[in-house]
C-alpha cells in the first residue's frame, strides 16, 4: 500500500515557477514508477511527466518539455516536478501517482489528493 499527499501548488504569473512535491508513504514507494499528471476544467485527465524507480530514466509530455522537470529522492520517499516558464495552459489540478512506467493512468495503482495549480496571463 502506498499512500501518497501533494504539496507546492499554488497561483502564480505566467513566466513564474512552482515545485510540486508529492510524500509518499509506503515500502513499495522506491520500487515504483512515479507519474504526475493534471486535469483541468471539463478537460481529461492528461499525462504530464513520469520517472522511473531508480530515478534514471523519465518521459514528458511535449507540451512541458524543457519546462518541466521530474525527480525523486527515494530516500525521502518524496517525488518532485519543478515547473519552469509556467504557462496559462497548465492551470489545472496535479497529481502524482505510483505504478508501471506509463504515461496511461490506468497503470497507475495509486493516486494523491492533487494540488490546485493555476497560472495567470
Known amino acids: 500500500q502506498v499512500q501518497l499527499v501533494e504539496s507546492g501548488g499554488g497561483l502564480v504569473q505566467a513566466g513564474g515557477s512552482l515545485r510540486l512535491s508529492c510524500a509518499a508513504s509506503g515500502r513499495t514507494f522506491s520500487r515504483s514508477a512515479m507519474g504526475w499528471f493534471r486535469q483541468a476544467p471539463g478537460k481529461e485527465r492528461e499525462f504530464v511527466a513520469v520517472?522511473?524507480?531508480?530515478?534514471?530514466?523519465?518521459s514528458y509530455r511535449d507540451s512541458v518539455k524543457g519546462r518541466f522537470t521530474i525527480s525523486r529522492d527515494n530516500a525521502k520517499n518524496t517525488g518532485y516536478l519543478q515547473m519552469n516558464s509556467l504557462e496559462p495552459e497548465d492551470t489545472a489540478i496535479y497529481y502524482c501517482?505510483?505504478?508501471?512506467?506509463?504515461?496511461?493512468?490506468?497503470?497507475?495503482?495509486?493516486w494523491g489528493q492533487g494540488t490546485q495549480v493555476t497560472v495567470s496571463s
Open positions: 520517472i522511473i524507480w531508480t530515478g534514471g530514466v523519465t
Open positions: 501517482a505510483a505504478g508501471r512506467f506509463s504515461s496511461s493512468w490506468s497503470n497507475y495503482d495509486y
